[in-house]
Every structure is written in C-alpha cells, then in structure tokens.
C-alpha cells in the first residue's frame, strides 16, 4: 500500500483522493497540503488526511511514501524536481511544464533520482481507447491516415476573473492545457510523434481570461494527417476519430469521465459501394482516475519509470509550444525534439 500525499486539494484534487480513498488495495492518501487549508479542512478530516503547512513538510515526512500534484500548471516542475531531490515518488496533473525545456528538466531529475514519475493522462486507461490501439495493431484499421478530436465545453465561463486559470502563463493556447493536451496525448498513443504544427488562437467570446477558440492542425511523423479544436466558450463535447485505409473508429460524448463506448465502421471490400453502419462495442465501467493512481502505485513498489526524458509527457509539451509559436507567427511550425 502507496501512503500518498496530495498536494492541491481543489476540485481535482479531492476528485483523485476520492477515486480511490477506501477502494483501492494498492494506494491511499495519509496527508496533503493545499494553499487554502480552511477550505479544504472539512474534506481532510473526512477522508482521513492529516493537513501539513507546507510542501517541503510533506516532502520531509517519513511516513509519506509518494506525493500527487493537482497544482497549476507552472508550479509542476518545480514541484517535481523538488519530489525527486526528496526521493519522493510523484505523480503530477497534466502538463509536465508549459514549455518542452522545463519539462524535460522534470523527466530527467526524476530518472537521474531512480523515483518514478508519473503524469495524469488518464484516457490511456480508456479500454476504448485501448481497444482502438488494438485495432491499429491487428491492422483492422489499415494504415491510420487522419486523426481528429475535440474537447470543449464552457470553462472560460467556470471561473471569474483573476483566478489562476485565467492566466495566459498558466494556460497557453486557451483550451489546451486544461483540455487539448489530453486529445493530443491519444493522438501519440495511437498515430506516434508530431512533426508540424499549424494553429490559430483567439479570444472572440469576454474581454478577459485566456483564448477560448483555438484550432490546430497536425502532421504526424509517420505520414499522418490530424486536426484538433479546443473551444472553452460552447456547451460540453469531446470525440475522438481514427481514419484508416479499411475504416474508421471513434468515441465521443459529453461527459468525459465515464467508461467510453467505440463505434467501429469498416470497409465491405467485396462490395465497396456498400455503406457499412457502425458496430458499437461497450465496456466494462471503469474509473480512469483509480486506475491511472493505482497503475502509478504499482510501478513505484517495483520501481520502475514511467514518464521518460524525452518521451510522450515531453514532446506533449513540446506540441503545446509549438502550437503557441504557430498561432503567434500565424504559420506552420516544426515541433521540437527533444532527445531522451
């Protein structure tokens, strides 16, 4: 059993206690530490969490075994490097950092530390998602020629202003931190890296905050093509679909944090002109968050990494920059490599 930490103890950071507090065989939170303790004190007691001051308090408590950060954006990094320099395994929301350099400084403090790294990109723990890798794999699909995805919904409307996801530092590229880099972390686990970004972001809806419309284009490097919008101005709506040369798969909704259906349609090729309706395939229900912590807890008991310099986490970020530098130049740009 992990004894874990939660740093942040906003409404993602109780979401991730919760999923698996009193559930779970293999984690479980014993502390936290949060910047509005009072807030957070009814939650604490309740799910038996002992509250500490500060972040270095939690990295110095013996009784602690891994740390989880549901903090903003552009604390990340720091806050990782500092777990590693602890020895303290951790596991940190979305984006690894808001620029590809800071978070390959974060990948690489943790594997030169020997703690595991994890990041929460909890749709991989998707068996539909999982299910089209399948079908990519087997070669169901053909060759996967086109990728397209949305994730919008009305969060540029959630909070007011002057709060931290306002801010163009902690949210680049309007929606993509809070929601595009979870499109784009599916996209590399089902079609590999991006090589180019086109993409164009604008603020069209109040007269403050971050970009609510942003759009982008992608060429990956295996030859694929794929297009992404973020609108955070428009009624809730995610989906996700893979082209390929014998057909196509796909999964969308609203809600987002529920066990996903696939829709599945194939080429007839022996009558080509016929129009083929969709299969549906259903899952068993699963909680992402529980099995993205417990995936996590699982590695750091045997040891081993996950987020790698240089690997998926990483060259995210690097899209996301790219993305940013593409929308501000208003022309293409090659996204960064970034050696392991």
Not at 14 to 43: C, H
Not at 49 to 78: F, K, M, N, S
Not at 215 to 221: G, V
């Amino acid at each position: 059993m992990i004894r874990a930490a939660i740093i942040g103890l906003g409404t993602w950071g109780q979401n991730l206690v919760r999923s698996v507090q009193g559930v779970s065989p293999e984690i479980r939170f014993v502390a936290g530490a949060t910047r509005t303790p009072e807030k957070a004190r009814d939650f604490a007691e309740a799910n038996g969490l002992r509250l500490l001051p500060r972040y270095e308090d939690v990295l110095a408590d013996p009784g602690i075994d891994a740390v989880v950060l549901a903090t903003p954006h552009t604390q990340h990094t720091e806050q990782i490097v500092a777990a590693a320099r602890a020895g303290k395994p951790v596991f940190s929301e979305k984006p690894l950092g808001v620029n590809a350099a800071e978070a390959q400084r974060a990948a690489r403090a943790c594997a030169e530390a020997g703690v595991t790294l994890g990041v929460g990109y909890n749709w991989r723990f998707q068996p539909a998602l999982q299910a089209i890798r399948g079908l990519i794999d087997d070669g169901t699909l053909g060759r996967v020629l086109h990728i397209e995805g949305n994730f919008c919904g009305p969060s540029a409307y959630r909070f007011p202003q002057g709060h931290w996801r306002h801010d163009r530092r902690e949210g680049p590229a309007g929606g993509m931190t809070g929601r595009g880099v979870h499109v784009v972390d599916a996209m590399l686990y089902l079609a590999g890296p991006i090589e180019q970004v086109t993409a164009q972001s604008v603020r069209l809806v109040q007269d403050f905050g971050m970009d609510d419309t942003t759009s982008m284009l992608f060429r990956f490097a295996g030859g694929a093509t794929g297009y992404l919008g973020t609108v955070i101005a428009t009624a809730e709506t995610w989906r996700l679909q893979v082209f390929g040369s014998e057909g196509w798969a796909e999964v969308g909704d609203v809600e987002h944090l529920h066990t996903w259906d696939l829709r599945l349609c194939r080429i007839d090729r022996d009558n080509i002109g016929h129009k083929q309706r969709p299969e549906v395939r259903s899952f068993p229900k699963t909680s992402t968050e529980r099995a993205e912590l417990e995936h996590f807890a699982r590695e750091v008991a045997a040891g081993r990494p996950i987020v790698r310099p240089g690997g998926d986490a990483v060259h995210n970020v690097a899209v996301l920059e790219a993305i940013l530098a593409s929308a501000t130049a208003q022309a293409p740009v090659r996204v960064q490599a970034v050696a392991g």
